[in-house]
């Protein structure tokens, strides 16, 4: 029998079977092997021999060899862009496409919003992988003298620049004279206090080219509501004070100890989520009593349980099955059979209600799904305050390709335009998928960068007076990660800041003035939208299906298992991650396209990113104003957008 080892040289050897003979590379490191996607991030070390003209038919006939299609008429062209923009022939982007949509179970049919996160998870680090010489020196820790060895050659280098011109292509140096002279002292170009100087940044800090030279800026990419025209201005937060949604103990407010469940204490959440929302099917459709999944029935019966999946594939029509609560079924599973339905749409972890008829006990034909009860809106009792603007906006905050926050420069200039009542700021703040900090070149410490970051949001906007609320991410290098996550700490706030800074944890449920804001930037509609099953007779829309599913499933995230990138304490997710009503305003950020829907009376936004790789993205604004609670209820959104920064 073959080896293993000499299995993955056939491997990697298949993957580049184009184009003459090279000598022989060494094998790929064991960390390289170890990974998933090892073997093709070996394969894609070197690049394809030739540059060659790149058709839209060269690249499909190298997707139908791994039987991968598109989904939509402009993916082809989009196909032939990624590999024009970032210097790929069809073979290798077939390879990368392959081992992106494995890894990620996202099926065989390429669609756009495939293509925009394969760009950026993949291809946008792919292109900047190539390390500075002078980089090296200085990667990885640093003592006191390591530290004055870098300002001492810093030193150096501006002098000789006093004498010399400046190479043409050079990007170590600035174009400066002896006549404008740059400071003495200049740091790295990689340290946070150069980043965060007076001027917000350092000169020496190179700004993304693909950012800095965007088009469309300001451009209304979505709408909902009211038309407002042109001019959209709040009053600076006067008179307004965001809170968090019903009583103390039902916010997460401090940090708590984790990595402590057992799971038997998993199990009794999840029993806990089953009851619960069964006495509420039972109740709104008036269902009888519940019998076992295990019980023979000839006669059709009404059971409940959770949806999911006879193994650890992807969840399919065929593989569904239902485990029964554990009062009736004592937990039992049992295979559903779904060709009776002509509607459905289920998700691993969906809490459901099911008829149909269990004849020999080991198939339940499915012939009904009772569908879920979102929970009312909350009716504030104190008289509508006047109209509110919410401005909404989700990190990165800085492009791929630099450290430089010039996005979140731009949001702060829009922030001191505009002076909205409210700015709610979604991290990560500093992501820890950036390749900077992913090879640990920043000088500072994570939270040093994170601090000085703060500091320059809450003094950016302090003329303004807007309320700031800062929502922590999983993707937030320097925090905690477990979900729910509590809120940042940073007692060091100046006295006269503190009434407008407000610290929420992920995910949180806020009221503004009586409207409920429903916050989390977990990005459940991508980890939903890769397991959700759905069938239908009409046109449907995948994410008024997934949003539908948050509200009715009264729960920010009704996923389970969760996606493999999440940590979830379910004893903290039961008492924190729960819908305590239904909210106004659903926000989610999302690596997919943007949008604003109004799904079951709520208004749900996806602001987007602020940035998307290395090049600009968006954020969201939205108009409140509540009305006082006589007649039918009108929802307190009258308007929202999506815009490009």
Known sequence: MASPLSAMRGQASFLIRRGPARSPSPLPSSAAVSHPRGLFAAAMAEPEPGPGPVSAEAVLRELALFELGCQGQDVPARLVELCLTHGLGPVALANELLAFVTSKDLGTQLSADVLDA???????????????????????????????????????????????????GSQKRSNSTPETPRPKRTLSSRSPYALFSPNSFSPSVTPSQKYTSRSSRGEVVASF??????????????????????????????????????????????????????????????????????????????????????????????????????????????????????????????????????????????????????????????PAPEQRMVLVACGPYTTSDSIAFDPLADLIEVIVRDRPDVCVLFGPFLDAKHEQVENCQLLGSFAEVFKLCLKMIIEGTRSTGSQLVFVPSLRDVHHDYVYPQPPFLLPELPKDDRPRVHFVSE???????????????????????????????????????????????????????????LNVDYESFYSYASLPVTPDVLVTPSELRYFVKDVLGCVCINPGRLTKGQVGGTYGRLYLQREDAQGERKSPCVAAQVVKI
């Not at 001492?152 to 010399?164: H, I, R």
Request: charged share 25%; net charge negative; with cysteine.
């Open 225 to 382: 509501g009211s038309v407002q025209g042109p001019s959209w201005s709040g009053r600076g937060g006067a008179g307004c004070t965001p809170k968090l949604f019903g009583p103390p103990e039902e916010n997460l407010t401090k940090s708590y100890k984790f990595m402590f469940q057992k799971a038997l204490d998993v199990r009794e959440v999840l029993s806990w989520r089953i009851e619960e929302l069964g006495d509420a099917l039972k109740s709104h459709h008036h269902l009888e009593e519940f019998t076992s999944v295990l019980l023979p029935a000839q006669e059709p019966v009404t059971v409940l349980g959770q949806i999911g999946c006879d193994s650890n594939g992807k969840l399919n029509a065929k593989s569904v099955v239902l485990e029964g609560d554990r009062e009736h079924s004592s937990g039992g599973q049992i295979p559903l059979d779904l060709s009776e339905l002509k509607e459905y749409s289920l998700f691993p972890g969906q809490i459901v209600a099911l008829e149909g008829t269990n004849s020999t006990g080991r198939m339940m034909v499915v012939s009904k799904l009772y569908e879920g009860v979102p929970l009312p809106f909350h009716t504030p009792t104190e």
């Open 507 to 565: 995910p949180c449920t806020l009221d503004v003035d009586g409207v409920v804001l429903g916050l989390t930037s977990t990005d459940l509609i991508f980890h939903m939208g890769a397991e959700e099953i759905s069938s239908s007779s009409g046109i449907s829309d995948r994410f008024t299906r997934i949003l539908k599913h948050v509200l009715t499933q009264r729960s920010y995230y009704p996923l389970y298992p969760p996606s493999e990138e």
């Open 118 to 168: 394969f760009e950026h998870e993949v291809l946008a680090k792919r292109s900047s992988r190539v390390p500075r010489k002078r980089d090296n020196r200085y990667s990885g820790l640093h003592d006191i003298h390591s530290l004055q060895e870098l300002l001492d050659e810093e030193e150096e280098d501006e002098l000789l620049d006093a004498y010399t011109t400046p190479s043409k």
